[in-house]
């Protein structure tokens, strides 16, 4: 069982390029999340999506996009990356809002 | 905006002593409250909560919810060094599920 996957795993960019992220499940989940982690500040949510097609900000969306194409898919881009963010991002799906949200294993990004 | 605050942000005890962590939230149209563990990696699953009173429990740990007063605590007894650990505190509105700062927890032998 794959669950969640996330790639890469780990990135180095440095300041104005671009990336993308993917994550990846094989849950059927309709749910689907990206939030970032730095020190002493829990898990951010930056956007998320509660289905095919959709998606939404959530607290901390600035200088991020993403896209849900297809529903196991849920790309969070970096147009031009800059060092506020670097941090470990992290994506996470649930079958709705009343359920287990599972995460995958991260993406540290440095950016320099 | 919603919120979710959790206390205290560190705690250091030792081994055998007895744990309790806060979460309180601000949320419209709550839907439930998790607590996750988080060591290296990934977050891990530990209670989901809907319902006020009622207890849920696994082995050392168990936490309840109050939907009046708008918080939650995870208790931990007879902690371990494996205990060691960050503890999430989560909650769903319809859509999204924002998280607190998180407590870390230390255990010493």
């Known amino acids: 069982n794959a669950g969640v996957t996330q790639t890469p795993k780990f990135r180095v960019l440095k300041t104005g390029q671009s990336m993308t992220l993917l994550c990846a499940q094989d849950?059927?989940?309709?749910?689907m999340y990206w939030y970032r982690q730095d020190p002493g500040m829990g898990l951010r949510l930056i956007h998320y999506?509660?289905?095919?097609?959709?998606?939404a900000k959530g607290e901390v969306p600035d200088g991020y996009n993403v896209s849900r194409l297809k529903k196991q898919n849920f790309l969070l881009g970096l147009e031009s990356a800059a060092p506020s963010q670097t941090s470990v991002y992290f994506c996470?799906?649930?079958?709705?809002?009343?359920?287990?949200?599972?995460f995958g294993q991260g993406t540290r990004l440095t950016v320099v | 905006e919603d919120k979710v605050v959790q206390s205290p942000l560190s705690l250091v005890v030792h081994e055998g002593d007895t744990v309790t962590l806060n979460c309180s939230y601000e949320?419209?149209?709550?839907?439930?409250l998790l607590w996750y563990k988080q060591e290296k990696k990934a977050p891990t699953f530990l209670f989901m909560l809907?319902?006020?009173?009622i207890e849920k429990k696994s082995g050392r740990l168990s936490s309840i919810l109050d939907k009046k007063e708008l918080f939650s605590i995870l208790n931990i007894t007879a902690t371990q060094t494996g205990d060691s650990a960050i503890y999430l505190c989560?909650?769903?509105?319809?859509?999204?599920?924002?998280f607190g700062a998180g407590t870390r927890l230390t255990v010493k032998p």
């Open positions: 849950m059927n989940h309709e749910y």
């Open positions: 949320v419209t149209n709550f839907r439930s």
């Open positions: 809907t319902s006020s009173g």
């Open positions: 996470a799906s649930s079958y709705g809002s009343a359920a287990e949200a599972f």
């Open positions: 989560a909650v769903y509105n319809n859509n999204d599920m924002r």
């Open positions: 999506s509660v289905g095919e097609g959709t998606t």
